[in-house]
């Protein structure tokens, strides 16, 4: 027949269970995707400065009531941290390049290093954000446990059963 139905060529009925393949595999990228940010996040711990902070540090900035009326119009009025890197300090204020912006609603923009000023009286709380050895160790140990468990659950590595027939291959009762 000349035509044929977009709707079963779409939705894999044609394949049988190809729709629902191809779904699964959609979902366990999903959750690969996210435990993998989960262990790159995992490496890094923020600490309260308890020194003045040098350039090149990345901080975790908290804004107060007054930071997100004053800092409104430069990265939104919902804004409640910022996240970026120290180019240089004063008294009364931090020069950073912006990373992120995170909103009262949860969600956050990326930015891309663009220049900002904030004056110290507009936040509630700074961090510093460290790269932690010790988390880093831990999650490089749980990933190659990992990889370790499903290879030989797999027998990918060469340990497989031996219970083989290697038989002598002559076919007519010899």
């Not at 007054?66 to 919902?78: C, D, F, M, T, W």
């Not at 890197?85 to 990373?99: E, G, H, K, N, P």
């Not at 000023?117 to 749980?142: G, H, P, Y």
Request: aromatic share 8%; charged share 15%.
């Amino acid at each position: 027949m000349w035509f044929r139905s977009s709707t079963s060529a779409s939705f894999g009925a044609e394949s049988g269970s190809g729709w629902l393949a191809g779904h699964r595999k959609r979902i366990a990228g999903g959750f690969l995707l996210a435990f993998l940010n989960g262990v790159a996040s995992g490496c890094y711990v923020n600490t309260p400065l308890v020194a003045a902070p040098v350039p090149g540090s990345q901080l975790d900035m908290e804004l107060n009531d007054r930071g997100r009326v004053g800092l409104g119009e430069s990265v939104g009025p919902a804004a409640t941290t910022v996240e970026g890197t120290l180019q240089s300090l004063t008294d009364s204020a931090y020069m950073i390049r912006v990373a992120s912006v995170g909103y009262v609603n949860g969600q956050s923009n990326k930015w891309n290093g663009e220049p900002l000023t904030i004056q110290k009286e507009f936040l509630k709380d700074v961090s510093e954000r460290r790269f932690s050895r010790s988390r880093s160790f831990l999650a490089a140990a749980i990933i190659t446990a990992g990889v370790v468990a499903f290879a030989v659950t797999r027998s990918l590595l060469g340990a497989g059963n031996s219970d083989r027939d290697t038989g002598g291959g002559g076919g007519n009762g010899q």
